[in-house]
T-cell receptor, first 111, second 111 residues
Framework: DVKVTQSSRYLVKRTGEKVFLECVQD?????MFWYRQDPGLGLRLIYF???????EKGDIPEGYSVSREKKERFSLILESASTSQTSMYLC??????????FGPGTRLTVT | GQQLNQSPQSMFIQEGEDVSMNCTSSSIFNTWLWYKQDPGEGPVLLIA?????ELTSNGRLTAQFGITRKDSFLNISASIPSDVGIYFCAGHGTSYGKLTFGQGTILTVHP
């Protein structure tokens, strides 16, 4: 079974803090993705990576950065968290096929 | 960028009723996927459609890839309480590995 894990299910941070969200997949997938999910807006792509040390901007990259130092791990970084970044964050991965496999999500609250 | 319009946004139904939801796009997609997200979890793939006109079933679920390649629908027959969740359509066009997601349909099933 494909397994995508995320470091935290719930996270509460203060405005201005630097926040790291970690995602690990165990299926040797080349591609990894970070989405945010907001009510009525569906899943919006923040960044994705198709190889180690490679990254591409998604539809809403502003305020975020990413890091992929190892194939199995993809990190999302909020350099200076803001209340507008309160959301559910979902990580996903896939290989040559199009089907993406998702982690359980991290619900981030920025106060 | 590409956008998907998913409807309805929410549905409240009685157990045993049939459900229908759909996605439309202004752009052509080459693949349509339907995911379900249980409360507190990440989305899980239900059905994948790879060919225009394709009709695919998975138990009580049936999905179709529209002949114009700009739409898809998902039907659930004889709904049960565990069908509760958010259903997402996703389309793939030409962008490498990337999916475009609909806004989601929130399904509530009353026993």
């Amino acid at each position: 079974d494909v397994k995508v894990t995320q470091s935290s299910r719930y996270l509460v941070k203060r405005t201005g803090e630097k926040v790291f969200l970690e995602c690990v997949q165990d299926m040797d997938h080349e591609n990894m993705f970070w989405y945010r999910q907001d009510p009525g807006l569906g899943l919006r792509l923040i960044y994705f990576s198709y190889d180690v040390k490679m990254k591409e901007k998604g539809d809403i990259p502003e305020g975020y950065s990413v890091s992929r130092e190892k194939k199995e791990r993809f990190s999302l970084i909020l350099e200076s968290a803001s209340t507008s970044q309160t959301s559910m964050y979902l990580c996903a991965s896939n290989s040559q096929g199009l089907v993406q496999y998702f982690g359980p999500g991290t619900r981030l609250t920025v106060t | 960028g590409q956008q998907l319009n998913q409807s309805p946004q929410s549905m409240f139904i009685q157990e045993g009723e049939d459900v229908s939801m759909n996605c439309t796009s202004s752009s052509i997609f080459n693949t349509w996927l339907w995911y379900k997200q249980d409360p507190g979890e990440g989305p899980v793939l239900l059905i994948a459609l790879y060919k225009a006109g394709e009709l695919t079933s998975n138990g009580r679920l049936t999905a179709q890839f529209g002949i114009t390649r700009k739409d898809s629908f998902l039907n659930i027959s004889a709904s049960i309480p565990s069908d509760v969740g958010i259903y997402f359509c996703a389309g793939h066009g030409t962008s490498y590995g990337k999916l475009t997601f609909g806004q989601g349909t929130i399904l509530t099933v009353h026993p």
